[in-house]
């Protein structure tokens, strides 16, 4: 058994290599058979024929294309994409894996309070503690897994950090780890509901399993059926939807970070598109595209260590 995982481990990141191997390729070719002048595009319209052919030169945009892509790959591998164009002699890998910090530290927190906040929704709702009230956790559940991050941040921020000011502001610098909490908390609740959701769904299939029945005909509480019987039994689809929202989570760190002036790989990459800096917005792109892929094979593998059927 433990060399069969090995095998499915080792093929998982042979998929996810090639495709991240895909996805720097098109982002390589994107940014050079668009149609338009990139040396232009950079420097603009009123720049001198002298000065876009320093720029070329630098990019080494002036070298046939096979010379550029094999250029490109060794980058990748050595993490040397070139220096950014805004700010000359900082290296543009350096300064997205500098921003990359921050922005795997909003997406971890949140994943990890969208779990905690979504199971624990689902075992209260599946339990008999609340008794008809039951049915607010649900509907709380799909109202907050229809309304889009931007329609509720902006609100809760002023209402719990200007209003109330029992919260620090997201983007505040000063704001340390309690900032860090909020910001994440924000990013969670999506998950959350979707991940209550879907673990009241599996607890409800589960509810009249022998194993269950025994397990109350026992005397066991409800609390330690649902925990300790129940959730391992439905941990598969909790996981997989917690893989499945990984991507949308990522994307709403961006849009989070750009919302409240964050420090991440989100200001970073519009910083690099507003500044045209080539070579930074193409390592933010393709490193947003590992993290996401590599995300979906943890959760992949994940599910597949606790589930023997997703391991075909």
Partial sequence: MPARLVRVALGRAAEALAVIVVLATLVFLALRLLPGDPAALVLGDESSAA??????????????????????????????LGESIRRPGSSAALRVLDAAGPTASLAGLAVLLGAVLGISAAVLGAGPWLGLRRRWIDRAATALAATPLLAFAPVLTFALAARLRVVPLPGDPDAGVAGLFF????????????????????????????????????GASWARMLWLHALPAAIGPIVTVLGTQLGALLGG?????????RRGLG?????????????????????????????????AAAHALVDPRARA
């Fill in 51 to 80: 000065e876009r052919a320093a720029l070329r030169a630098k990019l080494h945009l002036d070298e046939p294309m096979w010379m550029q892509y094999a250029r490109f790959l060794r980058g990748l591998l050595t993490l040397d």
């Fill in 183 to 218: 910001a994440s908390a924000l990013l969670a609740l999506p998950l959350a509901a979707h991940v209550a959701r879907v673990s009241r769904a599996s607890l409800d299939d589960l509810g009249r399993a022998q194993f269950l029945v025994a397990a109350r005909g026992k």
């Fill in 267 to 299: 200001t970073l990459i519009l910083e690099a598109y507003a500044s045209r800096d080539l070579p930074v917005l193409e390592a933010a792109v393709i490193l947003s595209g590992a993290l996401f892929i590599a995300a979906q094979q943890l959760a």
């Fill in 253 to 261: 760190a961006v849009v989070l970070e750009r919302l409240f002036e």
